[in-house]
């Protein structure tokens, strides 16, 4: 038996304080059966009130397949690119892991070699608290590491970034539920003396507003 599912897990307008209008999202697809499914990846963010663009961060195509009652290898191709006056693009090959850590810890890890030979390593990591059978607060983690230089992209070798975040949403229904939230980032390592000398930020706290739902 085949089934799918299609996940908004983030659709929201970011508040930063300055003269930006940042929406940001994340959505994940997969179809297939309980052992193997084809999986569908898309997070990135625009900034409509500039001309900077914006950045997808990930879009990828994979086949998963089911390791243990709780966890999947994937594998697959993947996309990260920046559109704009700036604009650059890599495709990668991906292999990860995705599914629950102990304490319903959900986690999604990637190894990715991008068509120029740079390595880079994605960390997710969230956990859904429960206030009431209607309000949830999500932690969040997000890390990445990059084994190289990419300059147009403000990416030096290290630990690249580290961020955390924290949502709040009211459950309407499983399908629908608005959210609020902050986030803090910061830059660490070539990734942040490469913002430091383009004169960039390196610690970010956003604070949005969003939607999260699925078919």
């Not at 959505?27 to 900034?47: C, F, I, N, S």
């Not at 070539?190 to 383009?198: F, I, P, Q």
């Amino acid at each position: 038996m085949h089934y799918g599912r299609f996940l908004i897990d983030r659709m929201e307008y970011v508040f930063t304080g300055e003269e930006k209008k940042v929406f940001s999202y994340e959505a994940t697809g997969w179809y297939g059966g309980d052992y193997q499914r084809v999986w569908l990846e898309a997070e990135g963010e625009h900034d409509s009130g500039s001309s900077k663009g914006g950045e997808t961060e990930r879009l990828d195509v994979m086949y998963g397949r089911l390791i243990s009652p709780f966890w999947n290898l994937r594998a697959g191709a993947g996309y990260k690119g920046t559109y704009g006056p700036d604009s650059d693009e890599r495709f990668f090959g991906v292999i990860g892991i995705k599914g629950l850590a102990p304490f319903v810890f959900e986690v999604d890890t990637n190894l990715r070699v991008s068509n120029r030979g740079e390595v880079l390593i994605d960390l997710e990591a969230e956990y859904d608290i429960w206030i009431t059978q209607k309000i949830a607060l999500q932690p969040r983690l997000d890390a990445s590491i990059s084994f190289n230089r990419i300059q147009s992209m403000a990416i030096g070798p290290g630990f690249d970034n580290l961020g955390l975040s924290a949502r709040l949403r009211y459950e309407i229904n499983r399908k629908f539920a608005p959210y609020l939230g902050i986030s803090w980032q910061t830059l660490t390592g070539g990734s942040r003396d490469l913002a430091r000398k383009n004169g960039e930020p390196r610690d970010v706290t956003r604070f949005f507003a969003g939607i999260r739902l699925w078919f």
